[in-house]
């Protein structure tokens, strides 16, 4: 793997659209107001687009499950490459989802499974660095079997296609599908390849707004050529900072909402910068739902903080606004972003007079108590074991790595390993305490485990932030942070990832995997690459 690669390329086609050839960006931006190099007037402005979400999934084929009699949904994503309105007047090629960006949501009750068929017809290479487009997808959230997980080196090549299966048997949540394929994560996650997923299930539906108060919120940023082209820079591999706040793919949209309470669901999916967002007003939110679901108490915040791939699901209450009253939702940032002249910006709401349905009991309803959840009410007496590791940057190679040898702490060690080389190897159904130490100085890293959610049990010794006492599958291990998280692990045994979720970290190489009730040298039944192999796509 190359150390230290730098990146200042464009995309520059994608066959499609486009010119050939990258653009190069100048090196530094320190104290810039932006990092795109569009003119004055392709240049977006905050508050001038639409608000709007992506395309609902509907499924081409529903059945039932002859082993157990459950309903089963089939989903048809096919990755491709696209063009996107993101700019006012300029098409941006990225790679996508079904050719939206981002990719459409699906949206499944709990208890029904899905087979979401996943079709590689991207361009052989990646535009911006050549990569060979490969991909493999996860579903962040899910407790999947091994081989349906995205494990990154379960690759489908072009021209071939998986059945990931889903089981949707969690609590309702807020998930999202995206690219994992092995160290071109970031690349293929900000060109497009994100969407998000949604778990149902009659005590969210009987809380929370439905329908179209149920708003999906998936927050990126990028940085863009003179040509609309998607720029990329990774400054080292520590992190891409862009100067456009996105919101469903559109610049700091507006949306009009009506004088009740909306829930948003927040999907940082910033490849590496962090959120801190919040009203304009400084009126609180309420956050009701963490990564996993439902919070055992709903908490009510003026702001928070938030990393790549955390979800919390938020209500804000309009009805104390008037008519024609604008409500920006900001970002007050964190340490260690690179901030640009509309990057504390993320997008506004307008109030409109539109009557509202006061049927529908969720209009009004601030609820307080929540859900319990297994994992919420797991105690640390439960707890068989502590394990503990430090995350860093290596001083002599530059790769950021999990633990203290490479061998072990990063994805190129696993992969020279032949997929051996675990962190831990808990047993089904145990209970352990997992602590992360951040010795990287002057970085955050929203640390990410696999199958399982865990609680948060402290942060640098002290109670975690009111708003992360839910279930979570991803923390943010801040500068100088030390967290301690408590997790069950199961319902299946096989091998999983855990990594950072700064994409670029994650790419240089920062993922590791666990084992869980795999036995030393046992036949793993469900061996992520092996046991569902991809298959050339027939088109069928
Ligand atoms: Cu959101 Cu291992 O990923
Ligand atoms: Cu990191």
Redesign the pocket.
Same mark, same amino acid.
């Given at each position: 793997m190359s150390v230290s690669r730098r990146q200042f390329l464009a995309l520059g086609g994608l066959g499609v659209i486009g010119a050939a050839g990258a653009l190069a960006l100048p090196l530094s931006t320190v104290g810039a107001s932006s990092a795109s190099r569009l003119s004055d007037r392709d240049m977006p402005r905050p508050y001038q687009t639409a608000f709007s979400q992506a395309p609902l999934l509907q499924p081409y084929q529903t059945g039932i499950d002859p082993a157990d009699g459950a309903p089963v949904n089939s989903y048809l994503v096919t990755a491709m490459a696209a063009s996107a309105a993101i700019l006012p007047r300029l098409r941006t090629p990225i790679l996508s989802y079904n050719g939206t960006f981002p990719g459409p949501t699906i949206k499944v009750e709990r208890g029904t499974k899905a087979v979401l068929r996943m079709r590689n017809q991207l361009p052989a290479k990646h535009p911006i660095d050549d990569h060979l487009l490969s991909i493999s997808t +996860?579903l *962040?959230g899910s407790a999947s079997l091994p081989q349906f997980d995205g494990y990154a080196s379960d690759v489908s090549q072009q021209g071939f296609r998986k059945d990931y299966k889903y089981p949707n048997f969690q609590a309702a949540r807020t998930l999202w599908y +995206?690219d *994992?394929a092995v160290h071109n994560t970031a690349l293929n996650v900000y060109a497009g390849l994100a969407a998000q997923y949604h778990i149902h299930d009659p005590q969210e539906r009987q809380l929370l707004p439905q329908g179209a108060f149920d708003v999906a919120m998936t927050v990126s940023d990028a940085i863009f050529a003179a040509n609309g082209t998607l720029a990329y820079d990774d400054r080292e591999q520590s992190g891409l900072w862009g100067d456009v706040m996105l919101v469903n793919g559109k610049p700091w949209p507006v949306m009009k909402v009506q004088r009740r309470i909306y829930r948003f669901r927040i999907l940082n999916a910033c490849i590496s910068r962090s959120l801190r967002p919040m009203l304009s007003t400084g009126d609180a939110v309420t956050i009701v739902a963490t990564d996993g679901g439902l919070m055992p108490k709903a908490q009510s915040v003026v702001s928070w903080r938030h990393a790549s791939?955390e979800r919390y699901e938020v209500l804000i209450d309009f009805r104390k606004y008037a008519v024609g009253k604008r409500i920006e939702l900001r970002n007050l940032s964190n340490e260690n972003n690179r901030d640009f002249d509309n990057t504390n910006k993320i997008m506004a709401f307008d109030v409109v007079g539109a009557p509202v349905d006061t049927s529908d009991p969720t209009w009004n309803t601030i609820p307080t108590t929540l859900a319990a959840s297994e994992v919420m009410s797991l105690t640390q007496a439960q707890s068989t074991k502590t394990r503990r590791w430090r995350v860093k940057r290596d001083d002599v190679t530059n790769v950021w790595r999990i633990g203290e040898t490479a061998a072990a702490g990063t994805w190129a060690g696993v992969v020279a390993s032949g997929f051996r080389n675990v962190i831990a190897n808990p047993e089904l159904g145990a209970t352990e305490i997992w602590e992360f130490e951040n010795s990287s100085g002057g970085w955050f890293h929203p640390i990410?485990t696999?199958l399982v959610d865990f609680q948060i049990l402290s942060r640098n010794g002290r109670a975690p932030f009111p708003y992360e006492v839910g279930p979570k599958d991803v923390v943010y291990v801040g500068e100088g942070e030390t967290v301690r998280l408590l997790m069950k692990f199961g319902p299946h045994r096989g091998k999983y990832?855990v990594?950072c979720?700064n994409l670029p970290h994650e790419d240089h190489d920062m993922m590791v995997q666990f084992s869980v009730g795999l036995a030393d040298g046992a036949v793993d039944a469900n061996d992520p690459i092996n046991a569902a192999k991809p298959t050339w796509d027939d088109g069928l």
């Open positions: +996860h *962040h +995206h *994992h791939a990410h696999h990832m990594h979720h």
